[in-house]
């Protein structure tokens, strides 16, 4: 149902509707700048349908919520949805998107470590442990919020990755699918991790190959709810030297590791903007068995559980708190298949220099945000794209605060500094948010062994 702009001139805008409690029906809904997205991946977002009928009140707050619903899409830069006056009964709905850029052939540049902190004083800034290819992403294959993405590396690690998402397969777009296929090789292969920091073997000749390949199926029975089955294979294959390095790299000095992996997961997401949340919540939960049809009595159970709240106070005050865990069974795992804190968002701020593995992990992380500035200008003089026609740019100071403790893995004192205690920090720091939600995060922290850290990363950790 794309609209039409000569449409619109016989209608009134929801300015000229004064009567909150009056009953209305939805006439038509009118879509306009969708130039590639299909009209029925918008209206899939969207509570309100044409011939619903309500209050007007009642619409008014269904339509912000479907406004944050079409934008946690990831598929627009903007959404607006005004409410058009037909008849003194009836309604129509007018909505206009501005489209994101979709394809991005780029180059791959992009380094092997940790976190940025990790390469900069672990590593000693060493350039020579950089990937680089090409990325090759489709953010919405044919119009129908399909993701595409093969990337091809080399460099400090060579990797073939594909992955294709099918959010919907089937007309009540319940349903979905998705592939993924990975293939590595290792000359630098991380064998232990020593004092919360891993160890890699460095030579002329390859040390390790990794393959994976999965499929998984999602079923999404509303706005908010998602849930996810995956069946995977694994197989990972290291050289005489690794295992002579750390015998327990796959267990009992078995140079390959091989198993099917079986998952379901499931997430009830209510935030307002999926990569920079200001309001709303995320619950998810994640078992996993892996170990099935081993050929190397391996096996491993784990649980993970995940929820995350934002509120949003008066004179521009946010507050983010949330925590996370991990319970695995046994206890006693090869160290290739060790998990712990030190990744990503599973981070203690304050300890990005630290790898903490351990068995089990609870992390507890508390921010709160004010405000500076968040400005968009209109660019459409320097780049002629309708894409990238408005630079956004936010700026929030804040103050934050994290706990964590890790279960220490059985026998593996080599690096048992940070387990098996009360970790935390404190700190402040600045959140720069720009154009298509890119986060910079610059932290200043004071951490449970007194030390003193300046961190610079990429991506919000809450």
Same mark, same amino acid.
């Given at each position: 149902?794309?609209?039409?702009?000569?449409?619109?001139?016989?209608?009134?805008?929801?300015?000229?509707?004064?009567?909150?409690?009056?009953?209305?029906?939805?006439?038509?809904?009118?879509?306009?700048?969708?130039?590639?997205? %299909?009209?029925?991946?918008?209206?899939?977002?969207? #509570?309100?349908?044409?011939?619903?009928?309500?209050?007007?009140?009642?619409?008014?707050?269904?339509?912000?919520?479907?406004?944050?619903?079409?934008?946690?899409?990831?598929?627009?830069?903007?959404?607006?949805?005004?409410?058009? %006056?037909?008849?003194?009964?009836?309604?129509?709905?007018?909505?206009?998107?501005?489209?994101?850029?979709?394809?991005?052939?780029?180059?791959?540049?992009?380094?092997?470590?940790?976190?940025?902190?990790?390469?900069?004083?672990?590593?000693?800034?060493?350039?020579?442990?950089?990937?680089?290819?090409?990325?090759?992403?489709?953010?919405?294959?044919?119009?129908?919020?399909?993701?595409?993405?093969?990337?091809? %590396?080399?460099?400090?690690?060579?990797?073939?990755?594909?992955?294709? #998402?099918?959010?919907?397969?089937?007309?009540?777009?319940?349903?979905?699918?998705?592939?993924?296929?990975?293939?590595?090789?290792?000359?630098?292969?991380?064998?232990?991790?020593?004092?919360?920091?891993?160890?890699?073997?460095?030579?002329?000749?390859?040390?390790?190959?990794?393959?994976?390949?999965?499929?998984?199926?999602?079923?999404?029975? #509303?706005?908010?709810?998602?849930?996810?089955? %995956?069946?995977?294979?694994?197989?990972? *294959?290291?050289?005489?030297?690794?295992? #002579?390095?750390?015998?327990?790299?796959?267990?009992?000095?078995?140079?390959?590791?091989?198993?099917?992996?079986?998952?379901?997961?499931?997430?009830?997401?209510?935030?307002?903007?999926?990569?920079?949340?200001?309001?709303?919540?995320?619950?998810?939960?994640?078992?996993?068995?892996?170990?099935?049809?081993?050929?190397?009595?391996?096996?491993?159970?784990?649980?993970?559980?995940?929820?995350?709240?934002?509120?949003?106070?008066?004179?521009?005050?946010?507050?983010?708190?949330?925590?996370?865990?991990?319970?695995?069974?046994?206890?006693?795992?090869?160290?290739?298949?060790?998990?712990?804190?030190?990744?990503? *968002?599973?981070?203690?701020?304050?300890? *990005?220099?630290?790898?903490?593995?351990?068995?089990?992990?609870?992390?507890?992380?508390?921010?709160?945000?004010?405000?500076?500035?968040?400005?968009?200008?209109?660019?459409?003089?320097?780049?002629?794209?309708?894409?990238?026609?408005?630079?956004?740019?936010?700026?929030?100071?804040?103050?934050?605060?994290?706990?964590?403790?890790?279960?220490?893995?059985?026998?593996?004192?080599?690096?048992?500094?940070?387990?098996?205690?009360?970790?935390?920090?404190?700190?402040?720091?600045?959140?720069?948010?720009?154009?298509?939600?890119?986060?910079?995060?610059? *932290?200043?922290?004071?951490?449970?062994?007194?030390?003193?850290?300046?961190?610079?990363?990429?991506?919000?950790?809450?």
């Amino acid at each position: 149902m794309k609209g039409q702009d000569e449409s619109i001139g016989k209608y009134r805008f929801s300015e000229d509707i004064t009567e909150g409690d009056q009953r209305v029906q939805i006439s038509n809904i009118y879509i306009l700048g969708n130039k590639k997205t %299909k009209d029925r991946i918008i209206l899939r977002e969207m #509570s309100l349908k044409k011939g619903t009928s309500a209050f007007l009140n009642e619409i008014e707050k269904s339509i912000e919520s479907d406004k944050i619903n079409i934008v946690n899409t990831n598929l627009f830069n903007s959404v607006s949805i005004e409410i058009l %006056k037909e008849t003194d009964n009836t309604i129509n709905l007018f909505i206009k998107v501005n489209e994101r850029w979709y394809f991005w052939p780029a180059p791959l540049i992009e380094i092997a470590d940790r976190n940025l902190m990790d390469w900069l004083v672990n590593r000693d800034g060493d350039a020579n442990r950089f990937n680089y290819g090409l990325r090759l992403n489709h953010l919405n294959v044919g119009g129908q919020n399909r993701i595409l993405k093969i990337n091809g %590396k080399i460099g400090f690690e060579t990797n073939l990755y594909f992955n294709y #998402s099918i959010p919907f397969i089937d007309n009540s777009q319940k349903n979905g699918l998705g592939f993924t296929y990975s293939y590595s090789e290792l000359y630098n292969v991380a064998f232990v991790t020593k004092d919360h920091i891993s160890q890699f073997f460095n030579a002329n000749e390859k040390n390790k190959n990794a393959t994976l390949v999965a499929i998984e199926y999602t079923y999404r029975p #509303s706005f908010y709810n998602f849930h996810r089955v %995956k069946l995977n294979y694994q197989n990972s *294959e290291v050289s005489d030297t690794i295992i #002579s390095l750390n015998p327990n790299y796959h267990f009992n000095g078995e140079k390959q590791q091989q198993y099917f992996g079986l998952s379901y997961s499931f997430t009830s997401d209510h935030r307002n903007n999926k990569r920079f949340a200001t309001k709303g919540h995320i619950f998810m939960l994640d078992i996993e068995k892996i170990g099935l049809g081993n050929q190397n009595n391996f096996n491993r159970f784990s649980v993970g559980l995940k929820f995350n709240n934002y509120y949003a106070f008066s004179k521009d005050f946010f507050l983010a708190n949330g925590i996370l865990g991990l319970h695995t069974s046994p206890s006693n795992q090869p160290y290739y298949n060790y998990e712990g804190i030190g990744y990503e *968002e599973i981070l203690v701020r304050g300890f *990005e220099l630290d790898l903490i593995e351990g068995s089990s992990f609870l992390l507890q992380k508390n921010s709160i945000r004010k405000k500076i500035f968040d400005h968009s200008k209109d660019i459409g003089n320097l780049i002629p794209l309708s894409q990238f026609v408005q630079f956004r740019m936010a700026a929030y100071f804040k103050f934050f605060a994290d706990f964590a403790w890790v279960d220490n893995y059985p026998n593996y004192e080599i690096s048992n500094r940070l387990t098996n205690q009360l970790l935390y920090s404190f700190g402040v720091g600045l959140d720069l948010v720009a154009m298509y939600d890119m986060v910079l995060r610059l *932290e200043y922290s004071h951490n449970s062994e007194n030390e003193r850290n300046f961190a610079l990363n990429i991506k919000a950790d809450l």
